[in-house]
């Protein structure tokens, strides 16, 4: 039995490291397509908005599909999926307006979404909380592996065979995707239907208002909250947008070779940081140093874009991904840490909802900027406010500290 279980976490796992290969090459195809056919900074950043304003729709999506046959929206998803791509290699090869587009790639980013929230439940009713634990880090691994290998490897692919390529790339990998759920995922267990009384009490607005209402209460939490959004505004359209448009202004003929090495380096960065934590697990103890230094790698990274130096952008894309584990580790940590147990749920969904918020309106307004002056004074800004960000930071921590101390020489 033990064994059976295994091998279709293994087998899903995989899945969806194909899944997420496809669309990455999806991504990649369609970005440097626009850049190379002079759609422009604007068209860029619409394709960047979608692929963070579609993450909205995961909740009410997951609250559709908890209750559907997970192997009928696979199968739904992968066919929106299939449609969408070879739609967009008609919108390629005739020169579409961005609009068409555009409504072809949020129609392939929906796709991603059901699959994304059709997954969670069906491996949790699948395997039980306990072994979906066991999937979840298997899952994980081998998707930032998958990513480094993917984002490397589509840089040089549009060279080697063009958006066209890519998409017909991305169109097997749904194909075989299609073809492995159909064939080895088994039905999930029977779906328990919720009352009305339950329904109205597990809805999102419900969560989200109880949530909302504690975390104003917290101003640690409400502050931590506004430090992750801050980070967020700053460095999502950084890599959706700038570092495309960067390199493409640098060396147009190489720029998505480039963009792939960058972006690869950072995700070395973060898989190198979590093995680390994986193999020194005492250092989770000193989380709330990890912030600013967190930051601080961040800022070595816009500094080397500004010198424009090609040698340093690299290692400064590495101490970024160092620098972005940190910062997710040290906020989930503080969040867990300063949160009632009764409100994690809650304020996680708070935190989950803000997040998006802040990169989905930082993305128009990044783009709308770079569109009229140079990347050079967003890094520049960025640069401030990321410091100001750690030091806000450091001074909450102290007072803690300070507050803590005060309180054990009473007790005392």
Known sequence: MAETVNKEINIIAMNNGVHKFGDIFFYIGILWMLLYNDYGVMAVGTIAFLEAGVGFLQIPLSAIIEQQNKKIMYMIAAMLRIGSIIAMVVCCVSQATIVLIAVFYFIHEISSTIISATNFSYTVKLFGKETYRIYQVKSSTLQQTVMIIATGLAGIAYFVVGVIGMLAIELLATIVFTLI????????????????????????????KSGLMYVLKER??????????TVNMLFAPLMQVILPVIFFELDGESASIYNSIVNSCMLVGMVGMGIVFMKKANWLQNMQTFLPIGIGLTVVFLVALISGNMLFVIVG??????????????????????????????????FSTLSQAATVISIPIVTYLLSVSDYRWYCFGACIVFGLVGLIYMSIEKKSLSGNENVEGLAE
């Open 181 to 208: 759920v159909t064939i080895y995922y088994r039905q999930e267990p029977k779906v328990v239907k919720m009352t009305t009384e339950q329904a109205e009490q597990s809805t999102y607005a419900n969560t989200v």
């Open 317 to 350: 894309a590495l101490c970024a991904g160092i620098g972005a584990k940190l910062n997710g580790a040290a906020v989930e940590f503080l969040l867990v840490n300063e949160t009632k147990e009764d409100y994690l749920a809650r304020v996680g969904a708070i």
């Open 220 to 229: 640690k939490i409400l502050t931590i909250i506004l430090i992750a959004m």
